[in-house]
């Protein structure tokens, strides 16, 4: 079966540049979550899209931003990235309109900051 | 608000006995909790799932999990602990919309030989 896509697996920047994180959910998937898991712990969410809308907002800085496009896909933009944005990115996405309450994830995207 | 507690931060047990992995939930209705394991530098996969059916709930790689309302808890268990079970497993609860996960800070799970 079709899992969610995330790329790129790593990505290796420097402080104070940019990066793009993409996420390609379940087909079908009209909902994204994207989640932030720093060494050693537990997952933080960081905001959601539910038909390109944002749905909800958790601990996402202001320096990062996100959108969902048409094809359900999403973005999440980072800039002027400090040490401490490195982390696992985790992308999930689910079926609302199912009022499916299951979020599949993604295998990560790996930003390590130098 | 909703939140999950995982008491336990390491669990250590031999190989072929009893796994228990503990996880008590906060939430102000009654909540979607949900147990998901990450083998390390891996994703996080879907173990079970309780969504107000049945209180004791059967997942993959014969794990199961009991919602207990009185204690409100959400344990996970396993009868037979196997050495690809080594990992770390994060209880996590839902809010009402499913807009959102709260993830627990995690159980890594040590399986000796």
């Known amino acids: 079966a079709a899992g969610v896509i995330q790329s790129p697996r790593h990505l290796i920047k420097e402080k104070r540049e940019t990066a793009t994180l993409k996420c390609y959910p379940i087909?079908?998937?009209?909902?994204v979550y994207w989640y932030q898991q720093g060494p050693g712990q537990d997952p933080q969410f960081l905001i959601s899209?539910?038909?390109?809308?944002?749905?909800d907002k958790g601990s996402i800085p202001d320096r990062f931003s996100a959108q969902q496009f048409s094809d359900y896909h999403s973005e999440l933009n980072m800039s002027s990235l400090e040490l401490g944005d490195s982390a696992l990115y985790f992308c999930?996405?689910?079926?609302?309109?199912?009022?499916?309450?299951?979020?599949?994830f993604g295998p990560g995207t790996r930003l390590t900051v130098l | 608000a909703q939140s999950v507690t995982q008491l336990d931060s390491h669990v250590s047990v031999s190989e072929g006995t009893p796994v228990l992995l503990r996880c008590n939930y906060s939430?102000?209705?009654?909540?979607?909790l949900f147990w998901y394991v990450q083998h390390p530098n891996k994703g996080l996969q879907l173990l079970l799932k309780?969504?107000?059916?049945?209180?004791l709930v059967k997942g993959i790689n014969g794990f199961e999990a009991e919602f207990k309302k009185s204690e409100t808890s959400f344990h996970l268990t396993k009868p037979s602990a196997h050495m690809s079970d080594a990992a770390e497993y994060f209880c996590?609860?839902?809010?009402?919309?499913?807009?959102?996960?709260?993830f627990g800070s995690g159980t890594k799970l040590n399986v000796k030989p």
């Open positions: 999930a996405s689910s079926l609302e309109r199912e009022r499916t309450d299951t979020q599949y």
């Open positions: 087909p079908r998937h009209d909902t």
């Open positions: 899209f539910y038909e390109k809308m944002q749905s």
């Open positions: 939430s102000s209705y009654s909540p979607s």
């Open positions: 309780y969504t107000s059916a049945a209180t």
């Open positions: 996590v609860v839902s809010d009402r919309n499913f807009n959102k996960f709260y």
